[in-house]
Structure formats: C-alpha cells, structure tokens
C-alpha cells in the first residue's frame, strides 16, 4: 500500500518562508504526478501545485509565483516551497499521488496532512 507523510508543518509569520516535504513509500516517484493540496478551515480542498515525472509542473492561481514544487526521485521525497505567506495561506497541507493535475479527485494516494497557521 502506497504511504505518503507530510513533514515541515508549524506556525510561520506573513511575508516568512516555509519548506514542506513529503516521503513516499511504496509507491514509484520516477512515474505519474505528485501534487500539494491545502484546506483551510471550513473551505474545500483545494489544488496547490503538481509536479509529473518529466518535471513539468502546474499551479493554481492562487500560489503562482510564491511556492515553487519540486520531487527527488532518489529521495522519493516531494517538496513544496513557499515564500512570501500570507495569512490566507493558513491551512492543512497534503500531498497525493498516483495522479494528475491540481484536482484533488484525480488522486488517489494521499498523506495524513501537516498543518501550517500563518500569524499576521
């Protein structure tokens, strides 16, 4: 069975940067996409950042140009850096696999989620 842990979660302030990684077991990181989703409290899941085996990568709006995604396939660790946090960036984080793209439905695999509170 595929298992996927998130790590790098805690209390950051705005403007403050933050680096979350994702260890994967079981499961080939040298096929398929990888991907960062995120929920906030009382919303729905939503898409972050996805990363595929070629390198190419997609993000949602909401994060372009302030988190970057990144895989290391000898590690089977993903990453997602986040820069520039802003309060509305508060939410848990989760990782998934065996999918494509930024929408939570097309993922199959996923992490127990690491919780990450940005304080103004």
């Known amino acids: 069975q595929v298992q996927l842990a998130e790590s790098g979660g805690g209390s950051v302030q705005t403007g403050g940067s933050l680096r979350l990684a994702c260890a994967g077991s079981r499961y080939s990181h040298s096929s398929g996409c990888m991907a960062w989703f995120r929920q906030a409290p009382g919303k729905e899941r939503e898409g972050g950042a996805s990363i595929c085996s070629a390198g190419f990568t997609t993000y949602a709006d909401s994060v372009k140009g302030r988190f970057t995604v990144s895989r290391d396939n000898a590690k089977k660790t993903l990453y997602l850096q986040r820069n520039t946090l802003k309060p509305e960036d508060t939410a848990m984080y989760y990782c998934?696999?065996?999918?494509?793209?930024?929408?939570?439905?097309?993922?199959?695999?996923w992490g127990q989620g690491t919780q990450v509170p940005i304080s103004s």
């Open positions: 998934a696999a065996g999918g494509w793209g930024i929408l939570p439905r097309f993922y199959p695999y």
